[in-house]
């Protein structure tokens, strides 16, 4: 059974830095698609970034330049590497994985599109990022 676990978030100020982890568990020797995404009170969830099976990865255009998604395979640990914050990043923010090895029969990534993301079949309970100005 595939299980994401997030950490890592906190409180900080306009223009600090937080790294974000998942660390997942269950997974087999293979490549997953993974990601980030986003939920502020009052609003709809949001893709923040996504990795896919290659190691590619997408980018929300209100994260891009300031955020980095990382994958460390020998740890099943993802991260999310945020600078130069904003109070608009403030948020509850998940991990999500479709838990397949390498896409399964579907053989492509949903990344962070809304459309898709119904195949990340695994979420996590959530980290708490808030942003003061």
């Known amino acids: 059974q595939v299980q994401v676990v997030e950490s890592g978030g906190g409180s900080v100020q306009a223009g600090g830095s937080l790294r974000l982890s998942c660390a997942a568990s269950?997974?087999?020797?293979?490549?997953?698609?993974i990601g980030w995404f986003r939920q502020a009170p009052g609003k709809e969830r949001e893709g923040v970034a996504a990795?896919?099976?290659?190691?590619?990865?997408t980018y929300a255009d209100s994260v891009k330049g300031r955020f980095t998604i990382s994958n460390d395979n020998a740890k099943d640990t993802l991260y999310l590497q945020m600078n130069s914050l904003k109070p608009e990043d403030t948020a509850m923010y998940y991990c999500?994985?479709?838990?397949?090895?390498?896409?399964?029969?579907?053989?492509?990534?949903?990344?962070?599109?809304?459309?898709?993301?119904?195949?990340?079949?695994?979420w996590g309970q959530g980290t708490q990022v808030t942003v003061s100005s």
């Open positions: 269950g997974y087999t020797d293979s490549n997953y698609c």
């Open positions: 999500a994985t479709d838990g397949l090895p390498n896409g399964g029969n579907r053989g492509w990534c949903p990344g962070i599109n809304p459309v898709f993301v119904y195949e990340y079949n695994y």
């Open positions: 990795i896919d099976t290659t190691g590619r990865t």
